[in-house]
């Protein structure tokens, strides 16, 4: 959040110059709340005794905080690779995250690995909108941003892809009674304090 106000609010600092900031320092608290705020209202609320998935939230959260850094750290102009590294890692932190919150007990596996794997094509589709709406379409990038949106497009849903071989394999362990991998017991030690995992 202070890299963000830093990036809105002060002036002259060209690595954030057309990078819409004012949008992402509205957007940015309210997408990684988002997954944390659905869970306690749909499972917090009704078990308190559910063991919260801290570790997937913060996952869900890292790539927000990667995407920042890496604008403070001026490498989206200095490091020609990175724009695309922070596509796939970005997307499979978001979609193990979420898939070990959304789906990790879907059954059978393929109809996990398939779910988690459209749900971040999905999410790559709507992330592309949203650059295109805020920072695309009136600047200087509209002569590259069809090439580019297709590479981030396959480069996200690949990463998303990654994600729900991850979680499916981390679900299997789980069911088979191994460790439980970031999103702590499962389910058969639900009754564990809820700070735990």
Known sequence: MAQLAVATWVPGIDRFADKAFGARLAAYPVLMLLVPALWWVTVGRRRPDATVPYAAFALVMLGFLIDTTGNSLDLY?????WDDVNHFVNWFFLLTGLGLVLARDVRPRWVQVLAITELGCLLALGWEVGEW?????????????????????????????????????????????????????????????????
Do not use: K, N, Q
């Open 77 to 81: 102009d200095r490091v020609a690779w």
């Open 133 to 197: 709406w805020t920072f695309i379409r009136h600047g200087t990038e509209l002569d590259t941003a069809y090439e580019d949106t297709l590479g981030d497009m396959v480069l996200g849903t690949s990463g998303g892809f990654v994600a729900a071989l991850v979680v499916a394999t981390l679900s299997s362990r789980v069911s088979r009674g191994g460790p439980a991998g970031p999103r702590g017991p499962g389910p058969e030690s639900r009754s564990a304090p809820a700070g735990r995992g």
